[in-house]
Antibody, heavy 121, light 107 residues
Framework: EVELVESGGGLVQPGGSLRLSCAASGFSFSDYVMYWVRQAPGKGPEYVALIGTATGSAYYADSVKGRFIISRDNSKNTLFLEMGNLRTEDTAVYFC??????????????WGQGTLVTVSS | DIQMTQSPSSLSAYVGDRVTITCRTSQTIDIYLNWYQQKSGRAPKLLIYGTSTLQSGVPSRFSGGGSGTDFTLTISSLQPEDFATYYCQQSYTAPKTFGQGTKVEMK
């Protein structure tokens, strides 16, 4: 059974840092592009970052570029998000998600339960 | 970025009603449109991908249609477990943007 479990969220002051983790199991983690998606209270989901498979190429939303770093450890089936210079507008539940693709279609077929990040003084 | 506009933002309906949610995109995305259901405090759950393909395990009362810039999610006969918020998402190009959501409430 596919499972994604996030951890590392919490309360942090503006300008602070956090490291989120997402432990994957039940599938061949290294074969999948992985995403971080966040959802602010009362808002729709928002793409944060993605990381490719073998080469680990990373891409970021403009809102987090230069402050967040996505990485993965395929030997430990774990996805990471290093979050720096946090702002109040980064407050959200952060989900990791697996991207599935087939016949040209791409979609998020599995999501973690989410971890809450609150940026406040 | 491709903008996603869902309508309505919320609706009230009875069990057994036919419900249709619309998603409009700011540019054409062919058929690369996905739908998710989210219940309070839970992660989004994939319902439909590629505009009309039902994810495994999703009841057949859910269906999707459209192409280009206009898409629909239809629930043919609303069930108690369907009261939730629904999001569309385009997978045509990065960044993969989501709609603002449609909350389906019980009348």
């Amino acid at each position: 059974e596919v499972e994604l479990v996030e951890s590392g969220g919490g309360l942090v002051q503006p300008g602070g840092s956090l490291r989120l983790s997402c432990a994957a199991s039940g599938f061949s983690f290294s074969d999948y592009v992985m995403y971080w998606v966040r959802q602010a209270p009362g808002k729709g989901p928002e793409y944060v970052a993605l990381i490719g498979t073998a080469t680990g190429s990373a891409y970021y939303a403009d809102s987090v570029k230069g402050r967040f770093i996505i990485s993965r450890d395929n030997s430990k089936n774990t996805l990471f998000l290093e979050m720096g210079n946090l702002r109040t507008e980064d407050t959200a539940v952060y989900f990791c998600a697996r991207e599935m693709h087939g016949s040209g279609r791409r979609y998020f077929d599995y999501w973690g339960q989410g971890t809450l990040v609150t940026v406040s003084s | 970025d491709i903008q996603m506009t869902q309508s309505p933002s919320s609706l009230s309906a009875y069990v057994g009603d036919r419900v249709t949610i619309t998603c409009r995109t700011s540019q054409t995305i062919d058929i690369y449109l996905n739908w998710y259901q989210q219940k309070s405090g839970r992660a989004p759950k994939l319902l439909i991908y590629g505009t009309s393909t039902l994810q495994s395990g999703v009841p057949s009362r859910f269906s999707g249609g459209g192409s280009g810039t206009d898409f629909t999610l239809t629930i043919s006969s609303l069930q108690p477990e369907d009261f939730a918020t629904y999001y569309c998402q385009q997978s045509y190009t990065a960044p993969k943007t989501f709609g603002q959501g449609t909350k389906v409430e019980m009348k």
